[in-house]
Nanobody
Framework: QVQLVESGGGLVQAGGSLRLSCAAS????????MGWFRQAPGKEREFVSA????????SYKDSVKDRFTISRDNPKNTVYLQMNNLKPEDTAVYYC?????????????????WGQGTQVTVSS
């Protein structure tokens, strides 16, 4: 069982930055693929980014590729999402997710574990 707790959301002006954190419980964090998803009001939840256990395999949604950076600190059981040059269309609830398989996070978007979400609001 893995429990995920996100933090770091908030209100920021367009062009600003935020860093989201996701703290995971459990001693096997380093064996999990970690991901970030987001859901805007009235829209489906969408994939944002994923990182494998070693940090060597990373994926991004095209629209965030040059602005967001995912990273992880295995000894701290934490994954991060650094978001720069934020745009109003980035406004959403951001969810952390975890699964043993990269394909379930990055391709089929059905990871086993989810956090409760953190709100990010970008004003224009």
């Amino acid at each position: 069982q893995v429990q995920l707790v996100e933090s770091g959301g908030g209100l920021v002006q367009a062009g600003g930055s935020l860093r989201l954190s996701c703290a995971a419980s459990g001693r096997t964090f380093s064996t999990y693929v970690m991901g970030w998803f987001r859901q805007a009001p009235g829209k489906e939840r969408e994939f944002v980014s994923a990182i494998n256990w070693s940090g060597r395999t990373i994926s991004y949604k095209d629209s965030v590729k040059d602005r967001f950076t995912i990273s992880r600190d295995n000894p701290k059981n934490t994954v991060y999402l650094q978001m720069n040059n934020l745009k109003p269309e980035d406004t959403a609830v951001y969810y952390c997710a975890a699964d043993k398989l990269l394909v379930r996070v990055r391709d089929t978007y059905d990871p086993e574990y989810w956090g409760q979400g953190t709100q990010v609001t970008v004003s224009s």
